[in-house]
């Protein structure tokens, strides 16, 4: 009954800023840790973030370190990925997922691309 629904990908140029969102329905939110995953063309899915349950803990992958920025909203359900500074290298399916009563529950993904 878990539900994730992520958006806010585009195209977009070099340089330019997207924010991601994550809303989660069906369940509380206040369970575990969430975060993003994504999957370049021809490539295997990789981290790129997560955030404990109270927004305290975030860890990033050093290819995003310093340019993404992960947060939460109890309130309102959903993580955001603000990303800065893109390069073509971050084009991919950006996912989001939940770590709740020992299940990942993940979001269909949103497309970012990014041109030179």
């Known amino acids: 009954q878990v539900q994730l629904v992520d958006s806010g990908g585009g195209l977009v140029r070099t340089g330019a800023s997207l924010r991601l969102s994550c809303v989660v329905s069906?369940?509380?939110?206040?369970?575990?840790?969430m975060g993003w995953f994504r999957q370049p063309p021809g490539k295997e899915r990789e981290f790129v973030a997560s955030?404990?349950?109270?927004?305290?803990?975030?860890y990033y992958s050093g290819s995003v370190k310093g340019r993404f920025t992960i947060s939460r909203d109890n309130d309102k359900n959903t993580v955001y990925l603000q990303m800065n500074s893109l390069k073509p290298e971050d084009t991919a399916v950006y996912s989001c997922?939940?770590?709740?009563?020992?299940?990942?529950?993940w979001g269909k993904g949103t497309l970012v691309t990014v041109s030179s």
């Open positions: 997922y939940l770590d709740q009563n020992g299940m990942r529950y």
């Open positions: 069906g369940r509380t939110f206040n369970v575990g840790s």
């Open positions: 955030i404990g349950w109270s927004g305290s803990r975030t």
